[in-house]
């Protein structure tokens, strides 16, 4: 694949691949936010949790939709991909990671809670926090700021 300064991972231009890492970054904090006030007793601040976490979800399914998704897709389907790279084996890391958090997330955001809610929350926000660690490796590499270049898996 060609490197230029004006495209990074799968066609994507580094404008909209830091776009959506900012938006990566602003869900997380009100996902910690949110995570705080569930902690915090009151209808209040269960009100606020709720729309905290309801907004990040939000948030992150746009640039999951229209960046992530994509980039997988161009990336995958690239007829010189190398499955065994180090990029590639983190990328779907980092997919499998993001996916149940996305459908815990919605799940939660639907209201359609499952027993031992509290839990389950406290894992969605770990997978949260687990995948954003991954994908901010990954912009970091598409920068060349990160090399894995030569390591196969």
Same mark, same amino acid.
């Given at each position: 694949m060609i490197s230029s300064p004006l495209i990074m991972h799968a066609g994507i231009s580094p404008i909209v691949s830091q776009t959506s890492l900012t938006i990566i970054l602003v869900a997380l904090g009100l996902s910690l936010t949110g995570f705080i006030f569930g902690r915090l007793k009151g209808v209040e601040f269960l009100r606020a949790h709720r729309w905290l976490m309801t907004l990040s979800i939000i948030l992150i399914l746009v640039p999951v939709f229209f960046v992530m998704l994509p980039a997988t897709f161009t990336f995958y389907t #690239?007829? #010189? @991909?190398?499955?065994?790279?180090?990029?590639?084996?983190?990328?779907?890391?980092? *997919?499998?990671? *993001?996916?149940?958090? @996305? @459908?815990l997330g919605l799940t939660f955001t639907f209201n359609d809670l499952p027993n031992d809610t509290r839990n389950w929350m406290r894992r969605a926000f770990i997978l949260l926090v687990i995948t954003v660690a991954i994908g901010l490796v990954l912009f970091l590499q598409m920068l060349d700021l990160i090399s894995f270049t030569g390591m196969h898996m």
């Open positions: #690239d007829s #010189d @991909v190398e499955l065994a790279s180090a990029t590639s084996i983190i990328t779907l890391i980092h *997919g499998i990671i *993001g996916l149940p958090f @996305v @459908v």
